[in-house]
């Protein structure tokens, strides 16, 4: 995933497998649970996280980060960052509480997104952020890993097997429970 600060654009591009990892950093890689280069040279995906358990764990958050007012704790803002440029605008995950008197940490939504190759979406998200009925398979493909392909403020690119590309809105990721990740099982040649 790469952001496109240079040309000034609001947008990160995820390219699948497009890391260029070298084996040694597979192996060390926490997220990566082994490699097989023996045999079939494919890497062991991940187990899944919530989105929250992610930026516990890759960024330091605590708990103290998230909001747990409503019925599926925990939650996160959605926010933007603003460059030292004052021109480049971008997507980021926001504490719910300020943490630093009149600051709240931030995390970018491509580099944090970019350790990542898939997520699912669980209905709940949406019925908070939209009302009932909200979370049916005719509104969103639910339930299904789905590749990460961009992300910009109208939202994030995924690709469905079933249904090609679909857009998710930013609005569901504040339900930080309902936002599942991993890394998937990819053949070691995608990776290069």
Known sequence: ???????GHDVAEYEPGGFGFESELLASDSRVVATDTDSDG????????TLAESLMSEEGWSPLNFSETGPNPPYLRIGGKLWMTL??????FSSH?????????????????????QMMIDPLAFEECYGPDQGTDATFPFGAW?????IGFSGIEL??????????????????????????????????
Request: charged share 30%; glycine share 2%; net charge positive.
């Open 1 to 7: 995933m790469m952001a496109s600060r240079d040309a």
């Open 42 to 49: 494919r890497t062991v995906a991940s187990e899944p996280v």
């Open 87 to 92: 021109t480049e605008y971008e997507p980021c």
């Open 97 to 117: 509480s300020r943490d630093r008197i009149l600051f709240r940490s931030k995390v970018s939504m491509a580099e944090h997104l970019q350790k990542y190759d």
């Open 146 to 150: 789905l590749t990460i392909r961009k």
């Open 159 to 192: 690709w469905d097997k079933r249904r090609g590309d679909v857009m998710l809105p930013l609005e569901p990721l504040s339900v930080a429970s309902a936002i599942w990740l991993r890394h998937a099982d990819t053949p070691r040649w995608m990776l290069t």
